[in-house]
């Protein structure tokens, strides 16, 4: 129970303790004006009609407020929710949008990939052609110089210089 709910409750207690204590002169009747007629009634009833009738206004409009309220906050998380699903399609299409450009890039560097490996296996192709054919020349030179010094050695040809 509130601060606000307890004060209320002291009040009422308050009046109607008041009421009972005083019963005998509530019911005493009085000329009362009316501004139009005069009335022979008892105050007290009528100040306690009164205030019970304001007591129940009072009620009747706080039911109004909680309903009101009650009402919108329900339409409010009927539009939150619909704002979350909202939310959440677009997050899943985002996602979505965002797996397909990754596929493509993974796509796009696999064939960049396949391609820098085709070039580097043509390059070692022709480094590996010319180191034969320099291992070749370089065997042709060696053996010529090893026939020229032979040659030489047994005299057979004259000598260059």
Excluded: C
């Amino acid at each position: 129970m509130n601060l606000r709910s307890l004060f209320l409750l002291l009040v009422l207690s308050t009046i109607a303790a008041f009421a009972v204590l005083n019963w005998s002169v509530f019911i005493t009747p009085t000329d009362l004006n009316l501004l139009v007629t005069s009335v022979h009634a008892p105050l007290g009833l009528v100040m306690l009609g009164l205030l019970g009738f304001l007591f129940a206004l009072f009620l009747a409009y706080v039911v109004y407020l909680q309903t009101t309220v009650l009402i919108d906050s329900r339409a409010h998380a009927k539009e939150l929710a619909a704002n979350r699903r909202l939310a959440d399609v677009a997050e899943a299409s985002r996602f979505t949008e965002l797996r397909e450009y990754l596929d493509g890039e993974l796509k796009r560097l696999g064939q960049g990939n396949q391609q820098s490996r085709e070039e580097v296996l043509e390059r070692v192709s022709a480094l590996e052609r010319s180191v034969q054919l320099a291992i070749e020349h370089s065997g042709n030179s060696l053996a010529a110089s090893l026939g020229e010094m032979d040659e030489r050695m047994r005299g057979l040809g004259p000598p260059r210089l």
